[in-house]
């Protein structure tokens, strides 16, 4: 009996978001004042996250000036307050890639979306209370993206970031212990071709999840100790 799979089309999407995390990244801008901005080109390993981000947005130059900023993860119930900073900016004046696609600049970001700035333990750009889940950190490197294409070459940056402080809410932590977060708790904000998601429940068990968590523990994690 034979089956017929479905066949491949070449299509050419103008981006290619197949669904990633959002993350709100807090800064310090050049008068102390927060700025926060929503992204989801974000992906970690171990105690390190990469970061792509354009390199003339406020975001990104905080980072390079100060080498510091907060990775706020918000779950799917902060759609709402993630959406409220959609099209705005804290870069004035505003980027002309970014007045081509309708952005604003607006100074206080934290009040723009309704979200609480709380103080860092580690760095100076302050924590979102209610984000379930935030992370400390601080700029490693920097990676240009494109560097081969005049016409791209300078456009994007790449932040590789080191974690030094993870916090999370009690109701995302795995009951009995002390360092696991519960992937049945922890429901991300998950940003998809421009849209927002959340997760549904888990699909298949996973072989994937027999190795012990603590195996993959790394020596950034002792380096963080050390940070007071």
Known sequence: MSTTLPAHTSIEPGILYFGTPVVLISTLNED????????SSA????????LGLGA???TAQNMLRTGQCVL???SDD????VDRLALTTGADPVPPRKVERGYRFVGDKFGRAGLTPVASETVDPPRVAECPVVMETVVEGTHPLADDDPAQRGGIVVFEVRVQRVH???QVRMAGTSDRIDPDAWRPLIMSF???YGLGPQVHPSTLAQIPERL???????????VS
């Open 32 to 39: 102390g004042t927060p700025n926060l901005a929503p992204m």
């Open 43 to 50: 992906f970690w390993l171990g105690w390190r996250a990469m």
């Open 56 to 58: 003339r947005s406020k």
């Open 72 to 74: 706020n993860l918000p």
């Open 78 to 81: 902060l759609a709402p307050a």
């Open 168 to 170: 999370v809410h009690e």
């Open 194 to 196: 421009q849209k927002l």
């Open 216 to 226: 993959y523990r790394g020596p950034d994690i002792e380096r963080a100790r050390q």
